[in-house]
């Protein structure tokens, strides 16, 4: 029998023990979604959580920076104040989510569905979304410096005070988009439809 425990990232007290045969830390964790036990400000950083369902889970201030949430469902999931630097979301569901002050900075994101997820004062810098879904996406103050949303699905999104610094966005599909104070500079997307946004009307100075 192997006894493992999740802890708080901050105190380090125990917020959750399980024991079974030939125990791992996703089979500690999916015991905990399935006994609802709430995992804000816990540490489950450097884990493999590929595939897992994690939908509605509560995961405020949790530190889950470089884990593996491959093929995971996330969907309306509470996520605010979380570390997700370097987390690999590839394949993931994470319709509805609602991201706040959320570090997402080198994220892989490809293949992802965001579908009307929203992220609101997030760092997304370096990150990859890839042929993702970001259809009715919202995002507020957001960090996209550097970021690679090329191929992806942006019909409908919003983006206000955004920054799209040095930004890929070639061959996306951003039909009905709108921009409110974004910054531009050196944002590459070539090939992107842009019908029927608002981008401004010297955008071509940043076409290339």
């Given at each position: 029998?192997?006894?493992?425990?999740?802890?708080?990232?901050?105190?380090?007290?125990?917020?959750?023990?399980?024991?079974?045969?030939?125990?791992?830390?996703?089979?500690?964790?999916?015991?905990?979604?399935?006994?609802?036990?709430?995992?804000?400000?816990?540490?489950?950083?450097?884990?493999?959580?590929?595939?897992?369902?994690?939908?509605?889970?509560?995961?405020?201030?949790?530190?889950?920076?470089?884990?593996?949430?491959?093929?995971?469902?996330?969907?309306?999931?509470?996520?605010?104040?979380?570390?997700?630097?370097?987390?690999?979301?590839?394949?993931?569901?994470?319709?509805?989510?609602?991201?706040?002050?959320?570090?997402?900075?080198?994220?892989?994101?490809?293949?992802?569905?965001?579908?009307?997820?929203?992220?609101?004062?997030?760092?997304?810098?370096?990150?990859?979304?890839?042929?993702?879904?970001?259809?009715?996406?919202?995002?507020?103050?957001?960090?996209?410096?550097?970021?690679?949303?090329?191929?992806?699905?942006?019909?409908?999104?919003?983006?206000?005070?955004?920054?799209?610094?040095?930004?890929?966005?070639?061959?996306?599909?951003a039909e009905h988009t709108h921009f409110t104070?974004?910054?531009?500079?050196?944002?590459?997307?070539?090939?992107?439809?842009?019908?029927?946004?608002?981008?401004?009307?010297?955008?071509?100075?940043?076409?290339?």
């Amino acid at each position: 029998m192997i006894t493992l425990q999740i802890k708080n990232r901050y105190t380090h007290k125990v917020i959750f023990e399980y024991t079974c045969n030939d125990n791992t830390m996703k089979q500690t964790v999916e015991e905990a979604i399935r006994q609802k036990i709430s995992l804000g400000g816990a540490d489950l950083s450097y884990l493999d959580l590929s595939c897992m369902d994690l939908s509605y889970a509560d995961l405020n201030t949790t530190d889950l920076s470089c884990t593996d949430l491959s093929y995971s469902n996330l969907i309306e999931s509470i996520i605010t104040d979380t570390d997700l630097s370097h987390v690999d979301f590839t394949n993931a569901n994470l319709g509805d989510c609602a991201f706040t002050n959320t570090n997402l900075f080198g994220a892989l994101l490809l293949y992802s569905n965001l579908c009307a997820a929203s992220f609101n004062n997030s760092n997304l810098k370096q990150s990859d979304m890839t042929f993702s879904c970001l259809i009715n996406t919202e995002f507020y103050e957001t960090n996209l410096t550097n970021a690679n949303l090329s191929y992806a699905s942006l019909y409908g999104s919003k983006f206000n005070h955004t920054n799209f610094s040095d930004l890929f966005l070639k061959y996306a599909y951003a039909e009905h988009t709108h921009f409110t104070k974004c910054n531009f500079n050196n944002m590459c997307c070539s090939f992107t439809n842009f019908l029927d946004s608002n981008m401004p009307l010297d955008f071509k100075t940043y076409y290339h």
